[in-house]
């Protein structure tokens, strides 16, 4: 067997960015340097991402403003995906359109049924600046589609709507790490 290095054994996890801080909107900036720097940052997003115990994760969830983001997540199969994209574009959705479980390490401990497409490819890079192409079904897809939206400031809130979105709001408002009033309930 060949040793290999486990992703995120050389990183260290940063502070989680909860929903309320500004760092979670506005679109990300493109990655132009594939260096060393950009290495560093996702070994520490995914040691950050396995210390909160998620199944994905956006740099802007640690306050950094680029699209990248990191997954290790099962399918509906039971396959384990892990891996990162860089400068990720979703290219392409179909398969019916399912409403199921999901959740944010920036709403933690909060989940409601939201509707995602079946299927999802994404287009990006690696950390060494190699294309990659990824294509994800069921609950993979879903953390595709998931992640792709943070890097343009959008939550999984924002596909909710009436009754859905008041009770994720209101037990958001309600938790133990809600941000101070003033800055709550986006
Ligand atoms: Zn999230």
Same mark, same amino acid.
């Not at 950094?64 to 860089?86: A, I, K, M, Q, S």
């Not at 392409?92 to 933690?108: A, F, K, M």
């Not at 299927?119 to 990824?134: D, I, K, Q, Y």
């Given at each position: 067997?060949?040793?290999?290095?486990? %992703?995120?054994?050389?990183?260290?996890?940063? /502070?989680?960015?909860?929903?309320?801080?500004?760092? #979670? *909107?506005? !679109? &990300?900036? @493109?990655?132009?340097?594939?260096?060393?720097?950009?290495?560093?940052?996702?070994?520490?997003?995914?040691?950050?991402?396995?210390?909160?115990?998620?199944?994905?994760?956006?740099?802007?969830?640690?306050?950094?403003?680029?699209?990248?983001?990191?997954?290790?997540?099962?399918?509906?199969?039971?396959?384990?995906?892990?891996?990162?994209?860089?400068? %990720?574009?979703?290219?392409?959705?179909?398969? /019916?359109?399912?409403?199921?479980?999901?959740?944010? #390490? *920036?709403? !933690? &401990?909060? @989940?409601?049924?939201?509707?995602?497409?079946?299927?999802?490819?994404?287009?990006?890079?690696?950390?060494?600046?190699?294309?990659?192409?990824?294509?994800?079904?069921?609950?993979?897809?879903?953390?595709?589609?998931?992640?792709?939206?943070?890097?343009?400031?959008?939550?999984?809130?924002?596909?909710?709507?009436?009754?859905?979105?008041?009770?994720?709001?209101?037990?958001?408002?309600?938790?133990?790490?809600?941000?101070?009033?003033?800055?709550?309930?986006?």
């Amino acid at each position: 067997m060949r040793l290999r290095t486990i %992703p995120g054994s050389s990183g260290r996890p940063r /502070p989680l960015r909860l929903l309320g801080d500004p760092a #979670l *909107s506005g !679109p &990300g900036r @493109e990655v132009t340097a594939f260096d060393g720097e950009l290495a560093a940052l996702i070994e520490d997003m995914y040691a950050t991402m396995y210390a909160a115990h998620g199944v994905g994760l956006a740099a802007h969830q640690i306050g950094v403003p680029l699209r990248v983001f990191v997954y290790d997540c099962p399918d509906d199969e039971d396959r384990r995906h892990l891996g990162h994209l860089v400068n %990720p574009r979703l290219v392409e959705t179909d398969g /019916p359109v399912v409403r199921g479980p999901e959740g944010c #390490l *920036s709403l !933690p &401990g909060i @989940e409601a049924g939201t509707p995602r497409y079946d299927r999802a490819v994404v287009t990006g890079f690696s950390a060494s600046g190699e294309p990659r192409t990824v294509t994800g079904t069921g609950f993979f897809a879903r953390c595709l589609q998931h992640e792709c939206d943070h890097l343009d400031g959008l939550l999984y809130v924002d596909h909710l709507t009436g009754l859905r979105r008041r009770r994720v709001l209101r037990a958001a408002a309600r938790a133990p790490w809600a941000a101070e009033p003033e800055t709550s309930g986006r």
